[in-house]
């Protein structure tokens, strides 16, 4: 939770103005964030500018190991793009406040449009590894919300709607794109869990029982700060693995991690021609 508006807004306004004078007035509009799988993206940016977190000042550090902490800028399918490498999870001690910090900053800026990415665990028939999922919407119960506190007015409103987070035109556009180019990509609902640790294959139950059709770590509190940032908002799920119990192995997050590394080429495709069909 957001305790002092003043320290807050001002690591902000810092990092605004810091990645500001690197990019010279050619402000993307894009920001992607790179999840498991998606770094080679990073590759195929030209022109980039790269920025460690470490150097933005009032940025936090990405602590996961594969999640390096670097802001890249630069030019995908001739779009100028923002692509978070590293993002910050509240599984590391981060409060909400500061895993969304980020978002703010890239709103700051004058970015539009948030896609973002993720790993994730399978719980729908017919989802299998390495599928992808274009979410739809979300189920928060277990994220504190990352606007409890006092509301930033210059951001969004106190009481913000939820009814569309994920933009149904970039769902559309996102479910056609992957049609159009054999990308095996479902639509569903992505549920939010805190982790570190893996569900149970209770909670799975109970998840999918809910109406979850994936589940993760990440995206959920981005998504709600970026609503509450007026930004249009796209997302797609890496499906992993099956939910904990739906088949009869142990997670791991090796196995996690090559999985992805295989979907890799469909979800850096389905990015890129979404950037190229803005
Ligand atoms: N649960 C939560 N997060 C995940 C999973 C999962 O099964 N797979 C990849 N990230």
Redo the contacts with the bound molecule.
């Keep these: 939770m957001i305790t002092d508006v003043n320290s807050y807004m001002t690591s902000i306004n810092e990092a605004a103005d810091y990645i500001s004078s690197k990019i010279e007035g050619k402000t993307p509009e894009i920001c992607i964030v790179l999840g498991s799988g998606l770094s080679p993206l990073a590759d195929m940016c030209e022109d980039s500018t790269v920025l460690p977190y470490k150097d933005i000042p009032g940025f936090p550090v990405s602590t996961v190991p594969g999640h390096d902490g670097k802001l890249i800028i630069g030019t995908l399918e001739n779009k100028r793009v923002f692509m978070m490498s590293g993002r910050f999870h509240y599984y590391e001690g981060y409060d909400t406040s500061v895993c969304t910090l980020y978002v703010r900053v890239m709103s700051k800026l004058g970015v539009k449009t948030l896609y973002l990415t993720n790993?994730?665990?399978g719980l729908k028939v017919g989802m299998n590894p390495s599928d992808l999922m274009i979410i739809t919407d979300h189920i928060p119960f277990f994220c504190e919300s990352p606007l409890r506190g006092p509301n930033l007015d210059e951001f969004g409103d106190r009481f913000p709607d939820q009814s569309y987070i994920y933009d149904p035109e970039y769902v559309l556009k996102l479910t056609e794109i992957a049609k159009e180019n054999g990308i095996n990509a479902h639509r569903g609902v992505y549920a939010y869990?805190k982790?570190p640790q893996?569900?149970t294959p209770a909670e799975i139950r109970a998840l999918s029982i809910l109406g979850a059709d994936a589940?993760?770590?990440s995206t959920v509190p981005e998504a709600i700060v970026a609503s509450h940032c007026g930004m249009r908002i796209a997302a797609v799920s890496c499906i992993?693995?099956y939910?904990?119990g739906i088949a009869d192995n142990k997670?791991s997050h090796k196995e996690?991690m090559e999985v992805a590394g295989k979907a890799s080429e469909d979800s850096c495709k389905l990015a890129k021609l979404f950037v190229k069909s803005l």
């Design positions: 790993a994730a665990g869990t982790g893996y569900e589940v993760g770590m992993c693995n939910g904990c997670l996690v």
